[in-house]
């Protein structure tokens, strides 16, 4: 049963950080045991956009790169943030063209997801791209990418072993895994 009463009580908030991407509050609350305590909120200024772009022989165009975050190497389908002001069929088609010089004539949404929603706000919202053209890219400033052909079976058992863990490929890889075996 759902319901969109809340039992949380705002007693105080306070940002605690801004950047242009990102904005950190901190909130002053009484819990819905009616216990005081604190809870933290980041809240992301763009969405999340995914790109899973299929070719005509059915593989994936995936990129590799340098998580800063992390500390290390990361496989990922196309990903990058969307104004979310503007369609984000428009940032997904820019965000592709960015990362992997790739246009599509086909676009189909496949999933929309909260990253973690315990801590975030994060939407994200994947596309399913198809009918591809290549062209140059044009990688952002912060981005240097590799970029890797795989077969869906392929980034499948990357995902399984966890050599693949970002959470937007993870998810709309496995979608679009269940939706060929429903054909």
Known sequence: MSTDKSDWIIKNEQTKYENPW???????????????GIYGKVHYKNLAIGI????HKGEIHMVGQYRFVLSKYSIEIPEGGGNP???????????LKEETGLKAEKWEKLLEMHLSNSVSDELAIVYLATNLS??????????KLTLLTMTVDEVY?????N?????ITVAAILRLKIMMLEK
Do not use: C, F
């Open 22 to 36: 990102i904005k950190v509050t901190e909130y002053q609350v009484i819990n819905p045991s009616g216990n005081h």
């Open 52 to 55: 899973i772009p299929v070719d």
């Open 85 to 95: 002001n503007t369609d984000p069929l428009e940032s997904a088609k820019r965000e």
């Open 134 to 143: 290549q062209e140059e890219s044009e990688p952002e400033e912060t981005e």
């Open 157 to 161: 058992r990357m995902i399984l072993d």
């Open 163 to 167: 050599t693949i863990t970002d959470a």
